[in-house]
């Protein structure tokens, strides 16, 4: 028997930091794309409701929402690194579909991610510091 119970329990059984890597890719790219749909509804706000495109800015320059900037740009950030991961492993060397392979590639595309995310973070969290 399949179905959508059936997946979600395949999504919440751990199976190793490959099951991680690929949980967080899909995570990071449903929250890109959801940010996506965002941005393009409320730049549409423009020409369709200036009233609502100012209002949109103003609720996106309080706290909550710059603390979800912080998450979105490490999601963008993971989501790259991980997909170019995915392309090398793929195109270039399937042979290191292994799993202790992945399992040290997955900790390095964390802490990659990090690392380029970090300094990033930090002027974010700054600007959140001095403008509240």
Same mark, same amino acid.
């Given at each position: 028997?399949? #179905?959508?119970?059936t997946a979600f329990k395949g999504y919440i059984k751990?199976?190793?930091?490959?099951?991680?890597?690929?949980?967080?890719?899909?995570?990071?790219?449903? #929250?890109?794309?959801?940010?996506?749909?965002?941005?393009?509804?409320?730049?549409?706000?423009?020409?369709?409701?200036?009233?609502?495109?100012?209002?949109?800015i103003a609720l996106y320059r309080s706290t909550p929402?710059?603390?979800?900037?912080?998450?979105?740009?490490?999601?963008?950030?993971?989501? #790259?690194?991980?997909?170019?991961?995915?392309?090398?492993?793929?195109?270039?060397?399937?042979?290191?579909?292994?799993?202790?392979?992945?399992?040290?590639?997955?900790?390095?595309?964390?802490?990659?991610?990090?690392?380029?995310?970090?300094?990033?973070?930090?002027?974010?969290?700054?600007?959140?510091?001095?403008?509240?």
């Amino acid at each position: 028997m399949s #179905g959508p119970s059936t997946a979600f329990k395949g999504y919440i059984k751990y199976r190793g930091y490959g099951h991680v890597a690929f949980l967080l890719h899909r995570l990071t790219g449903l #929250g890109t794309l959801l940010f996506l749909l965002i941005h393009i509804i409320d730049t549409s706000f423009v020409y369709f409701w200036p009233e609502g495109y100012m209002h949109a800015i103003a609720l996106y320059r309080s706290t909550p929402f710059m603390i979800g900037e912080i998450f979105l740009v490490f999601s963008v950030i993971y989501h #790259g690194v991980n997909g170019l991961r995915i392309i090398y492993f793929d195109m270039f060397r399937p042979d290191l579909w292994e799993r202790e392979t992945g399992k040290r590639s997955v900790i390095w595309t964390l802490i990659i991610s990090i690392v380029l995310w970090l300094p990033a973070a930090l002027i974010m969290v700054r600007n959140i510091l001095v403008h509240h």
